[in-house]
């Protein structure tokens, strides 16, 4: 079956600093990819959504300079959350999906903190 | 736009007991319709999807979901709950239908705790 991998699956870093997270299909090629965030006990907001070879389009109120993805190559995609802040602490969640084949399939996820 | 309703945030049911857990979605087009459950800080796994086939969906781990059009809803059940099902529950309609690749739109969850 499709398998995403997700890296790092935590991470702590401190204010200021920046993160990259990445998300590889392993197994098929994901034409779309796509970024969540996941607060405490609450459901998945999707931040952004990503082609193969394109700008990725973002969600209204998510700012694409912090939240910088990129989606170079079919099977990979990165979020760099850029100058962290404590605020940014959160459990950030991948997707992949490919064209052709109606489903998504999701990275293990990210826990960040920020300090 | 499409919605996703997910009826009881929080559900507890004994071992062995049926588990029943609500999802009502509003659409314009023929949805696509999931379930994932969430372990956690965990990602999340498809437990089963409706794309337009067979109305009663038969998923991993003994769930099932029947998509009735009639009622907009994709309940999703288990006749025996088991003290591994304790999870977070998704219910999630894509957004752009049938040949697509939208989006998904994903409830609020509902949390099932199993008591022994």
């Known amino acids: 079956g499709a398998v995403v991998s997700q890296h790092p699956s935590w991470v702590i870093c401190k204010s200021g600093t920046s993160v990259k997270i990445e998300c590889r299909s392993l197994?098929?090629?994901?034409?779309?990819m796509f970024w969540y965030r996941q607060f405490p006990k609450q459901s998945l907001m999707l931040m952004a959504t990503s082609n193969e070879g394109s700008k990725a389009t973002y969600e209204q109120g998510v700012e694409k300079d912090k939240f910088l993805i990129n989606h170079a190559s079919l099977t990979l995609s990165t979020l760099t959350v850029t100058s962290a802040h404590p605020e940014d602490s959160s459990f950030y969640i991948c997707s992949a999906s490919a064209s052709g084949f109606y489903g998504y399939t999701f990275g293990s996820g990210t826990r960040l903190t920020v300090v | 736009a499409q919605s996703v309703t997910q009826l009881g945030s929080h559900i507890s049911v004994s071992e062995g007991a049926l588990v029943l857990l609500r999802c009502n979605y509003s659409s314009s087009v023929p949805p696509y319709l999931f379930w994932y459950v969430q372990y956690p800080n965990q990602g999340l796994q498809l437990l089963l999807k409706y794309t337009s086939a067979a109305t009663l969906v038969k998923g991993i781990n003994g769930f099932e979901a029947e998509f009735k059009k009639s009622e907009t809803s994709f309940h999703l059940t288990k006749p025996s709950a088991h003290m591994s099902d304790a999870a977070e529950y998704f219910c999630?309609?894509?957004?752009?239908?049938?040949?697509?690749?939208?989006?998904?739109?994903f409830g609020k969850g509902t949390k099932l705790s199993v008591k022994p």
């Open positions: 197994d098929f090629q994901a034409t779309t």
């Open positions: 999630a309609v894509s957004d752009l239908g049938e040949g697509s690749q939208g989006n998904l739109i």
